[in-house]
């Protein structure tokens, strides 16, 4: 029994170390490059982060768009330090503008995405309650699971196969092509080559993806199946002054303690551009939000230098034009708002 | 700490050499508690202040109980034990509850009363360690066995940690004479200790919260009616998922304190074989359905008190016994259902000739029917566990639902009186329900009067060998390290 339950558990150890070599070896050799989870820890890790927020390193929330779109490394070349980037991908960013707004200890400089389709989404929408789930995972996070975490992050840098959301086994089985039930909604998927993460939750395209112009149709093909192309109006009535209501809220509490916020819109292209002019026309949904919030706006379309860029799949920047993109924004930030962000770590500026 | 952690892999490496190292027994085992400890206090550290209470209470009790004659005295001295163990658990767990419904009591009776909601965190593992520290006063008092003269030994076997969040429930007599002797797992122990936290995991990691937990989630969170096909579905995904969850936290714990040299008791075995309720009770959750039979059931009588009464003890048992699982009348529902089919259960048993006619009608149509491996001679026998099983899936809907108002809603499209409701689930989220479901069915059927460890090593050691690197590979590409057990809520 010894010698047999011995040469099991070297034969299983066997496997498991040639399967891990072999899958690993064949990510590699398909071109795949390292990506970090984007998951509840690395988001409860980086929200450690917002007490020091400042003009010069503000906390960005919002959705995918400030994920691509802000450029973190060339933010912090400009200002000398980086931002906070606590933006979920696919929520409304309302949520975690109320967390910050009721913890008493946040300060500090905001920058806020506003994505009309998920921005307007009412709450107990798919986009709300996931960024609430989030949320919720952060006051809980024990010390058990920040270890955890510490260790993983050793693991990540190094082996590519741990991107859960792209080869674990249920991301796997998710793209057996398996028809389902007519009426059942299936959530799309993405191909494996669009984009990889950072520790600082910088997400960007790879650049097979952005020679890929059959993975671009792709994903534009997911844009319009989750309704991104869609002309149909969107909240009005009570709901959309409710949700009005409630941004100004927190934005006053932020402010009411010396902390600071600014709306940027990312820039979109092509058929999702032209969806959302008709969806969310600017008067009714923009303007009316800067105007009953009282919070200075950046609109990509207002802004020549901004709104030079196409984007490969309608909805997110290219690295190359991230980097012009943060140049830019950062310096209309500073003129618009009048706060100093060039060089201003040493400044501190309330 | 959960076992499905890099954390924990960092601990149990650590502990495992220190309890290989050449220091002395009372070293290894203070080792050993202080590891409990921080196990317990990497989740909260503050809560670790009502472990210790517990535990020093407990153990001075338990002293003073055993050298007083004095029957008052010795009343006295349990009842410190049962209030402060019971109030704490009543606080932690039942404090908002009871809130809640003395709120609407005094609504529903017109007296104007608003509370503010408590804001109480749950320790985890408190429903655990209290039944564990309770069962040792009450058995000192009832001078079943001496107190502990080491509180040492008392200390670790309160907190020792593959135990102390989610059972085994252990008994001091489970525990507490492994510690007198030096202990340090034999080759064979520590191999199997292994292969067991490796099934443990798989159950945990690669079926519980890969496969199922999604689907069941996303169903029951729902708050609209949903197609009967994914109400089902989402049923025997919970079903699958409980199961899974919590037996494979029991076996990871048996099979980590196995690598230490510790025997922990069995906590399942195959449930969803079950011939009826009472089987099911002897299958599911053991060392809780033995704590209650020991300590609730029999001082209220058992079944030595009369027919009727008896009925009364099985309610009332079954009733206390889904509060403990938490503070929602929906458990207390759960457990009345139990309570309830059981004392069905005995009634048909009072009267057998009745319930073998129905058997034998639907044998014949089972015989040509099934795809579990069946002989004529054991129909009735899998017809009465598929019965079981379709009954436990209605009792685990009102476990699952966050309220009363959803696990009627999921009843109702469950057996077609709404029939409306969007389909919602994926093919492949069904199948793998599917898949679970029978794998698990036929699984337990053929393992009802055998063990794993049997099974194992009946195997050729190249096929053992072969199904263990898979579920390690599984557990690995899963990836879902950090989820938490069901149980810990509880």
Same mark, same amino acid.
């Given at each position: ?31 795949? %490059? ?76 905001? %920058? ?21 789930? $989030? ?15 510490? %260790? ?20 796997? %089985? ?113 303007? $009316? ?62 | ?71 008052? &005295? ?58 564990? *520290? ?8 009832? &001078? ?77 969170? +729902? ?64 060392? +809780? ?27 009332? *048992? ?41 058997? *034998? ?14 002989? &004529? ?28 108002? *959803? ?84």
């Amino acid at each position: 029994m010894k010698k047999t339950n011995l040469k099991a558990a070297c034969l299983g150890g066997a496997l498991v170390v040639l399967f891990l070599i072999g899958w690993e070896s064949y990510l590699r050799q398909s071109g795949f %490059i390292c990506s970090y989870n984007d998951d509840e820890s690395l988001w409860a890790a980086t929200r450690r982060n917002i007490y020091q927020a400042t003009p010069a390193g503000p906390v960005i929330v919002g959705t995918s768009r400030a994920k691509f779109d802000i450029d973190l490394q060339t933010w912090e070349g400009i200002t000398g330090k980086a931002p906070v980037q606590l933006a979920i991908v696919g929520t409304t960013p309302r949520p975690v503008l109320q967390d910050l707004a009721s913890d008493p200890n946040f300060k500090g400089t905001l %920058i806020l995405d506003v994505m009309e389709p998920l921005f307007f989404q009412p709450n107990g929408s798919f986009a709300e309650v996931s960024a609430t789930k $989030r949320l919720a995972y952060y006051p809980k996070w024990s010390l058990s699971q920040q270890a955890s975490f510490v %260790i993983n992050r050793q693991l990540e840098d190094h082996l590519l196969f741990l991107d859960e959301e792209k080869f674990s086994v249920n991301a796997l %089985i998710k793209r057996l092509p398996i028809a389902s039930r007519p009426g059942v909604f299936v959530f799309p998927v993405f191909p494996l080559n669009l984009e990889y993460g950072l520790p600082n939750r910088q997400t960007s395209f790879t650049d097979s993806f952005l020679t890929d112009t059959a993975a671009q149709a792709e994903v534009k093909g997911v844009w319009a199946r989750m309704g991104l192309t869609s002309t149909k109006r969107g909240v009005g009535g009570d709901t959309l002054t409710n949700i009005i209501r409630s941004v100004a809220k927190s934005v006053d509490q932020i402010r009411a303690r010396g902390g600071q916020v600014v709306f940027v819109r990312f820039p979109s292209s092509g058929e999702v551009w032209n969806a959302e002019q008709q969806a969310y026309p600017r008067e009714l949904y923009w303007e $009316r939000l800067l105007k009953e919030t009282g919070v200075t706006g950046i609109h990509f379309a207002d802004y020549p230098e901004l709104s030079r860029y196409k984007c490969p799949e309608w909805s997110h920047l290219s690295p190359a034009d991230a980097k012009s993109f943060t140049k830019d924004l950062t310096r209309i930030i500073e003129t618009k708002t009048k706060w100093s962000l060039q060089n201003a770590v040493s400044q501190n500026i309330p | 700490m959960v076992f499905n952690s890099y954390t924990f892999v960092l601990f149990f490496a650590v502990l495992l050499a220190l309890h290989n190292m050449p220091f002395s027994w009372k070293t290894k085992k203070i080792n050993l508690l202080g590891a409990s400890y921080l196990f317990y206090a990497l989740w909260n550290p503050p809560f670790i202040l009502l472990l210790w209470l517990s535990t020093i209470v407990d153990f001075y009790m338990a002293k003073l109980i055993s050298i007083t004659e004095d029957k008052t &005295r010795r009343r006295m001295w349990l009842a410190v034990s049962l209030v402060l163990n019971l109030g704490m658990l009543s606080y932690f767990k039942y404090g908002g509850f009871l809130l809640e419904n003395f709120t609407m009591l005094m609504n529903s009776l017109g007296i104007a009363f608003e509370a503010a909601k408590p804001d109480i965190i749950l320790p985890v593992g408190i429903s655990f360690y209290t039944f564990v *520290t309770l069962s040792y006063t009450i058995d000192v008092y009832k &001078r079943k066995f001496a107190p502990e003269s080491s509180f040492l030994d008392f200390a670790l076997f309160v907190t020792y940690f593959p135990h102390l969040v989610a059972g085994p429930i252990v008994r001091p007599e489970d525990l507490i004479p492994q510690f007198k002797q030096p202990k340090k797992a034999t080759g064979q122990q520590f191999m199997w200790g292994i292969f067991l936290l490796t099934l443990g995991l798989f159950l945990k990691v690669v079926i519980a919260d890969g496969w199922l937990s999604e689907t069941s989630d996303l169903i029951f969170g +729902l708050p609209f009616p949903v197609n009967p096909l994914d109400a089902w579905s989402a049923v025997l995904a919970f079903s699958g998922q409980i199961f899974c969850d919590f037996s494979g936290y029991s076996t990871c714990a048996i099979g980590v304190s196995l690598c230490l040299g510790f025997k922990l008791p069995e906590n399942f075995r195959y449930p969803y074989a079950a011939v009826g309720f009472s089987d099911f009770w002897r299958r599911w959750h053991i060392t +809780l359905s033995t704590w209650l039979r020991d300590y609730l059931y029999i001082p209220l009588g058992g079944n030595r008190a009369g027919r009727f009464q008896t009925y009364i003890n099985l309610m009332i *048992t079954m009733l206390l016994g889904g509060l403990w699982h938490g503070a929602s009348w929906n458990f207390v529902i759960w457990g009345g259902l139990h309570g309830l089919f059981l004392c069905i259960e005995r009634l048909i048993k009072r009267n057998p000739k009745k319930a073998g006619v129905a058997a *034998t009608e639907a044998e014949e149509v089972v015989l040509q029917a099934t795809v579990i491996p069946v002989r &004529r001679n054991n129909i009735s026998v899998l017809l009465r566990v598929l019965l079981t099983f379709f009954l436990l899936n209605v009792t685990w809907v009102f476990f699952r639902s966050p309220d009363f108002g *959803t696990a009627i809603r999921m009843l109702l499209c469950m057996f077609g009186v709404i029939t409306q409701g969007p389909k919602m689930l994926t093919t492949p989220d069904m199948l793998k329900v599917a898949i679970v479901t029978v794998g698990l069915l036929v699984c337990h059927w053929n393992m009802r009067e055998r063990s794993v460890k049997g099974l194992f090593q009946s195997m050729p050691w190249w096929l053992f060998g072969t199904l263990w690197g898979i579920m390690l590979i599984l557990i690995v590409l899963t990836q879902k390290s950090t989820g938490s057990f069901i149980y810990f809520q509880f």
